[in-house]
């Protein structure tokens, strides 16, 4: 096994940031600030789904399939979301802006339920302080432009904990670079 | 090879403030009326069984860590350093006498038990973990 092999396997988990579409993305070595979000904590793992199946094609001079088209790719990020300030609720649900707030007495904190017709565009890092294969250093999958789909059912017990389970799906950008219109994988190597 | 029982105890020793907690009594095996006073804080590591990867070059071992104090509270207080360690760790680099090693995490698997170490008269806090150790050497 060559000396850094073991950089390869990649362990721990990310963090998950989101901003709006056309935000810039910060250096790779540098934590995202502001207009960059951090959302709350996860629980359990977090994935990224490279979905896009092939479709083969056949010929009657053949007996195996002599040509392989990907008519449609559907980038996915999914993450359980236990952080549920009604910013991190709403950004889920539609967007944080939709939270209004009461001084009170009490003080309150409101977040409409109702998510309308065309859900809020987001874009999205999910970074990783060790997530390079290369060394000690972060790592990070940023997306463009994308959208939570899903149907979040917070769920609430005496030995439990509720939480949201974040489906984000990532949508074409024109404005980014020919390849990179779905999003890139950027880490450090040295 | 790098030994997982050996990364894990380097990876402790380098923590600064669980260090300076304990300070620097860290070992395999207790050193209690041999250099170290009685009570005392104090970390033991032990290799404990664990599961073992079949293709991987990597060590996965689980261990018996064992954080002693002048009462519960204060083993209880060197566990809490041990927790913030283990939350923190991922992907880190240690020196062994094998060389360089890269721990990629340091999990508990336990919740902690209050015990006494009748024998020696000290308050202690036991708990188990587990590591994922590259191996070999990195460069």
Redesign the interface.
């Known amino acids: ?1 060559a ?2 092999e ?2 390869g ?1 990649l ?2 988990p990310c963090k998950v940031y989101i901003a709006p579409v056309g935000t810039a993305v910060p250096a790779v070595n540098a934590v995202p600030t502001s207009p960059w979000t951090e959302l709350g904590e996860t629980d359990g793992e977090q994935e990224v789904s490279h979905a896009g199946t092939l479709t083969f094609f056949y010929d009657n001079d053949h007996s195996g399939p002599v040509k392989a088209v990907r008519p449609q790719e559907d980038p996915e990020v999914t993450f359980t979301l236990v952080n549920l300030t009604l910013e991190n609720y709403g950004a889920i649900l539609d967007t944080a802006s939709d939270v209004t707030s009461d001084a009170g007495p009490p003080a309150t904190k409101k977040l409409p339920v109702k998510r309308g017709s065309v859900p809020t565009e987001y874009a999205l890092i999910l970074r990783g ?2 997530l390079s294969p290369y060394g ?1 250093y972060p790592g990070m999958y940023v997306f463009p432009r994308g959208v939570f789909d899903g149907e979040p059912a917070p769920t609430f017990s005496k030995d439990g904990r509720a939480a949201l389970e974040c489906s984000f799906r990532v949508l074409e950008d024109d404005n980014q670079a020919a390849g990179e219109e779905l999003g890139w994988i950027i880490v450090q190597t040295a | 090879m790098i030994i997982a029982q050996e990364a894990a105890i380097a990876l402790l020793k380098q923590d600064h403030g669980l260090n300076e907690l304990v300070e620097q009594r860290i070992a395999d095996k207790h050193r209690f009326g041999n250099g170290w006073s009685v009570p005392c804080k104090a970390i033991q590591v032990r290799a404990d069984g664990g599961p073992t990867e079949l293709y ?3 060590q996965r071992q689980r261990l018996e860590i064992i954080c002693y104090g002048e009462s519960h509270y204060e083993a209880l207080r060197v566990f809490s350093e041990l927790q913030s360690v283990c939350r923190r760790t ?4 240690v020196s062994t006498w094998q060389g360089k090693g ?1 721990v ?2 340091l999990n508990l698997v336990s919740a902690p038990s209050a015990w006494r170490d009748e024998e020696i008269g000290v308050d202690a806090i036991l708990v188990f973990a587990e590591i ?1 150790v ?6």
């Open positions: 096994m000396g850094n073991p950089y396997h362990v721990g302080s060790v000690a | 991987l070059e990597v991922v992907k880190q680099e890269l990629y995490w994922a590259a191996e070999n050497p990195i460069s």
